[in-house]
C-alpha cells in the first residue's frame, strides 16, 4: 500500500510511512488491486470518479502553493537587490 501511495503521489514511501505510524497505525498491508467484474464495475467507477475529483483537487492546491513560493521568491529577490542597490550608493 505505502508504495502504491508514494507513486499515486509523486513523493517518497518514507513520507507515507510516517502519516501511518503510532495510533494510525495500519501494521503491514500488501495491496492488492480490485478485478473488475460485474458485480463491483458500479462501486468501481465510483471509487475512481471519487479519486480523480480528489486528485484534480490537490493538483490544484498544489499549482497554487507553487505559484506561492514563486511569488515570494521573486518579492525576495526584489527586495534584496533593492537593498543592494540603496547600500551602494
Given amino acids: 500500500l505505502r508504495t502504491y501511495l508514494s507513486e499515486r503521489l509523486h513523493c517518497d514511501p518514507m513520507r507515507i510511512t510516517k502519516k501511518f505510524t503510532g ?3 495500519i501494521g503491514k498491508r500488501v495491496f492488492h488491486p480490485a478485478v473488475r467484474c460485474a458485480g463491483n464495475a458500479a462501486a468501481m467507477d465510483k471509487a475512481r470518479s471519487e479519486l480523480d ?4 483537487r490537490w493538483r490544484r492546491r498544489l499549482e497554487m502553493q507553487q505559484k506561492e513560493s514563486a511569488k515570494k521568491a521573486a518579492a525576495s529577490a526584489a527586495a ?3 537593498a543592494t542597490k540603496a547600500h551602494a550608493t
Fill in 80 to 82: 534584496a537587490a533593492a
Fill in 23 to 25: 495510533d494510525s497505525c
Fill in 53 to 56: 475529483a480528489l486528485e484534480r
